[in-house]
Structure formats: structure tokens, C-alpha cells
């Protein structure tokens, strides 16, 4: 008889040990629950075009140091391998994914509206970074950060023009090489049209020669190779952007000429290496391209949460 008591007490006392475990445990998924809705991460979604230059990976690295979790956010990055198809098909992707931004640094300036309104469709705010998109509804992004790149191609042609008046050569006939961006590219557009303008204010400047070279270091390296077996005379090159001035140097020593010195080189970005062949002399000018755009867009972003008003660019 003792014994039924003992094994009935042991009994009931289990079950109030186990009834308070299971009520703890259901309190604390509880607790769980409510604090992962309080923290709930903002998930962005960021088409980026791809690993073209050393620019590009810091403007990446931007990104992905900027929205972090330990920040509130959720990153999903695509590279698009510099194809405006891929970023296209990304963006589609944010949109069934249902992220709460899409930031997109396109390949190109045109050829977005279609998938602009599926985004708009979606109520997902589109912010562009770097380069600029040409739409006829302005209304389907909801901002553009970037850098002035028709100010830096003037900027440029300045500096050319002080350089070249401060040598004695101002006067002289000056051959003019274009190893321009992506073709479409606001970048390539603005530092274009910069030398175009300067070239035009100049009437001893020409361009003698007007090639893409993807704003890859290979292919200003090909391209400028091929330019100095057409052209005799050079006196400057003007690369779009840094990777694409290294290539044309490359390009220019096994020439057997000396760039910085027979030939003038200026360039786009101004990325550390850049600055070490400046030190070489073998770059006369860099003009800045800041790729730190991480936190501009997360400021924009946060305005955004707080239903706050925002600039177009």
C-alpha cells in the first residue's frame, strides 16, 4: 500500500515538473516570437552589374558591409556580369521574393520601364546607385545616388588644359585617345561628353581615336594596342575609368614609349593603385569617383521607414 503511494506521488510530481517545463518552454517561444517581430530585418535587394574594376568590388563591399543584419537589414545581392538581361531577371526575382527595396546599378541607361512598373505593381520602392536610368515616368524610381560624371569629364579637360599651358604646349597640335566606358553607361555618357565639349572649346584638341573598352583592364589593354598600331601621333589618353588606364599602360610600355611622359594619361575613379602609379608617373591625373554608397542608401532607406520625404537625387 505504501508503496501505490509512493509511486502515485512520484507520478503526479512529474507531471507538475513536466506541465511547468512545457508552460516555461511555451513562454519563452512566445518571448521568441515577438522579439523576432519587433527586429524584423528590412530585406534589400541589390542588382548590382557586376566585378567589371576595382571600383566596382569597393562599391559591392559597400554594400555588403552596410546591410548587415547586426544593422537591421537582410542582403540579397546578385552580379549581374555586366548584362543588362541579368539585372532585368534579378530584379524580377526581388519582386516574387518580396523584398521591401530594390537597388539597382544598371548596366545601361535605357530599356528599364517594363520592369520598373512590374516593380511599382509590386509597391516596391526602387533606388538606383551609381548610374543613372533615362525613363519617361521619373515617378517609377524613388531616387538615384551617384557621382557627377559629366563634372568629372569637365573637370578633367581642365586640368589638361592648366597641364598643358604650364609645359608650353598649349599651342600645340593635341592627339586625343577615348577609351570609353560601357557604351549607354551614365559614366561613359558624362566622361564623354566632357572631352567632346573640351575638344569643341579647343581648336587644337582631336580626338584621334574613340573605342570602348568595357571599363575592363584586359580590354583597354586590347584596344589600346590595336589604337597604336593605327596612330602614330598621341599625346593623351583619356581612359573612362582606372582598369581600362592600367591596360592602355601595359599596352603603351610594350610600345616602347613611356606613359606619363611621351604620352599623357588621364583617368576615372582614383582607386588606390591608381595612386601608386601616380607615384611612378606613369598616371598625370585621376579624377575622383567616390564608390562608397552603402550608407547614402541606407540613409535614403531609413527615411523611407520613417515616411519621410526624400531627394530624387
Known amino acids: 500500500m505504501k508503496l501505490k503511494k509512493i509511486v502515485a506521488v512520484t507520478l503526479v510530481a512529474a507531471m507538475a515538473v513536466s506541465s511547468m517545463f512545457a508552460a516555461k518552454a511555451k513562454k519563452e517561444k512566445k518571448t521568441k516570437k515577438s522579439k523576432a517581430a519587433a527586429t524584423k530585418l528590412i530585406t534589400v535587394g541589390y542588382a548590382q552589374v ?145 572631352l567632346e565639349e573640351a575638344v569643341k572649346a579647343h581648336r587644337n584638341w582631336k580626338i584621334v581615336a574613340q573605342q570602348t573598352g568595357e571599363f575592363t583592364q584586359s580590354k583597354g589593354q586590347e584596344v589600346m594596342e590595336s589604337i597604336l598600331k593605327s596612330v602614330s601621333d598621341i599625346d593623351v589618353v583619356y581612359a573612362e575609368n582606372d582598369n581600362m588606364a592600367w591596360g592602355a599602360i601595359d599596352a603603351i610600355k610594350a610600345a616602347g614609349k613611356k606613359p606619363g611622359v611621351d604620352i599623357i594619361i588621364i583617368t576615372f575613379d582614383a582607386v588606390r593603385e591608381s595612386f601608386n602609379r601616380m607615384l611612378a608617373g606613369e598616371i598625370n591625373c585621376a579624377q575622383e569617383c567616390n564608390p562608397l554608397h552603402g550608407p547614402r542608401t541606407a540613409e535614403i532607406i531609413q527615411k523611407l521607414e520613417r515616411k519621410e520625404k526624400v531627394d530624387k537625387v
Open 50 to 194: 557586376g566585378a567589371e574594376s576595382d571600383w566596382r568590388l569597393a562599391n559591392t563591399q559597400s554594400f555588403k558591409e552596410t546591410f548587415v543584419e547586426a544593422n537591421g537589414y537582410k542582403l540579397i545581392f546578385d552580379d549581374a556580369q555586366q548584362k543588362q538581361e541579368n539585372q532585368i531577371k534579378a530584379i524580377r526575382n526581388f519582386i516574387q521574393q518580396d523584398v521591401d527595396y530594390i537597388v539597382v546599378a544598371p548596366v545601361v541607361e535605357t530599356g528599364w520601364e517594363t520592369v520598373l512598373q512590374e516593380a511599382k505593381k509590386a509597391g516596391i520602392p526602387v533606388i538606383l546607385s551609381d548610374r543613372m536610368m533615362k525613363v519617361s515616368d521619373d515617378s517609377l524610381y524613388t531616387a538615384w545616388v551617384g557621382g557627377n560624371f559629366l563634372k568629372e569629364g569637365q573637370d578633367a579637360c581642365k586640368w589638361l588644359d592648366a597641364y598643358l599651358k604650364s609645359v608650353g604646349r598649349d599651342k600645340d597640335q593635341i592627339n586625343i585617345v577615348d577609351l570609353q566606358g560601357t557604351i549607354g553607361a551614365s559614366a561613359q555618357i558624362g566622361r564623354t561628353q566632357g
